[in-house]
């Protein structure tokens, strides 16, 4: 098992054989997912290093080239770490947004932080972390248990409110008769957030 997805850095070492004669030599024999096989070797040392996942067996061969093959040894890695950033909630006129980050893949547990070099980093609950922000553009970094870090994530902008604005037209706010209700007064708003809803007030705001 590698740490990280993508990592080079297992070990396989063959045990002693048994039989033959005189000197040993050793191959590793390693079968790729499209069905090519390569070997590497002979070499003396019965140790192979930086192996990454792949399924591998071990040859040996003696002084009078009788050889012998291994079972398959597999080397699995764990997925990559990813992170995904969503929007929660949005902004209103007087809160924050919310955002939400979603860690897959590696070891848990994660952490994130704003930079690729993880200066400053908050632990994650579970694979997720949900936090306020103001108005800005948005994007982090997750962490395993074992120090395999994502890709940067997705962006998110959250955008200021636009200022609500109410344009009056009283051009035709006029009573022709003496008891009639026959006036009329247009009110459009713009900006803000979502639908608008009016109220018509008298001159004491009532």
């Known amino acids: 098992l590698v740490s990280c997805f993508g990592d080079a850095s297992a070990t396989i070492t063959a045990g002693l054989p048994i039989g033959g004669s005189g000197n040993y030599l050793y191959s590793l024999v390693t079968t790729y997912n499209n069905g090519t096989v390569t070997t590497d070797g002979p ?13 591998y067996q071990v040859q040996v061969s003696d002084s009078w080239t009788c050889s012998a093959l291994s079972a ?37 547990p994660y952490e994130y932080s704003t930079t690729s070099t993880f200066g400053t980093v908050i632990a994650m609950t579970g694979n997720t972390a949900t936090f306020s922000v103001p108005v800005g553009t948005y994007n982090y970094y997750i962490r395993d248990i074992n120090g395999c870090e994502s890709f940067i994530s997705n962006d998110i902008t959250i955008d200021t409110v636009p200022a609500l604005v109410i344009d009056v037209n009283i051009q035709n706010a006029v009573i022709n008769c003496k008891g009639d209700d026959s006036g009329v007064i247009v009110a459009t708003a713009q900006g803000g957030l979502g639908n608008y809803v009016y109220t018509l007030l008298d001159g004491a705001g009532n």
């Open 72 to 108: 398959a040894i597999v080397i699995t890695e764990p997925a990559k770490v990813t992170a995904s950033l969503a929007l929660a909630t949005a902004i209103s006129c007087d809160v924050d947004a919310t955002l939400t980050l979603t860690a897959s893949g590696g070891t848990a």
């Open 43 to 55: 070499q003396v040392s019965n140790t192979f290093t930086n192996l990454g996942a792949g399924s």
